[in-house]
């Protein structure tokens, strides 16, 4: 019904920059609220930045300063430039939207496959 496609992971040294992006695709009416999650293994998947779609923004005090989400609405899209990066950012990355499906009324959440970002210190 719905996919949320990631890209932009990789290994970067520290200081250095990357820019995610996930695309939804599908049977998609509306998209509220779209962003970014990560995990650690062995721990629970935080918040990292969201984004609605009047285009406001909520970071986690981690990334605050460091990492800029947006969003193009035309092309179900949020883009999350990642300047700065230090080893505590090392993690994977997940596309979240919470959006309704065409001919549906309730609010559907959905996840994205994961993406790795590896800073080395």
């Known amino acids: 019904q719905v996919q949320l496609v990631e890209s932009g992971g990789g290994l970067v040294q520290a200081g250095g920059s990357l820019r995610l992006s996930c695309a939804a695709s599908?049977?998609?009416?509306?998209?509220?609220?779209m962003g970014w999650y990560r995990q650690v293994p062995g721990n629970q998947r935080e918040l990292v930045a969201t984004?609605?779609?009047?285009?406001?923004?909520n970071y986690s005090n981690s990334v605050k300063g460091r990492f800029t989400l947006s969003r193009d609405n035309a092309k179900n899209t949020v883009y999350l430039q990642m300047d700065s990066l230090n080893a505590e950012d090392t993690a994977v990355y997940y596309c979240?939207?919470?959006?309704?499906?065409?001919?549906?009324?309730?609010?559907?959440?959905?996840w994205g496959q994961g993406t790795q970002v590896t800073v080395s210190s």
């Open positions: 984004i609605t779609s009047g285009g406001s923004t």
């Open positions: 979240n939207a919470q959006l309704r499906l065409i001919g549906k009324i309730p609010i559907y959440t959905y």
């Open positions: 599908g049977i998609i009416f509306s998209i509220n609220t």
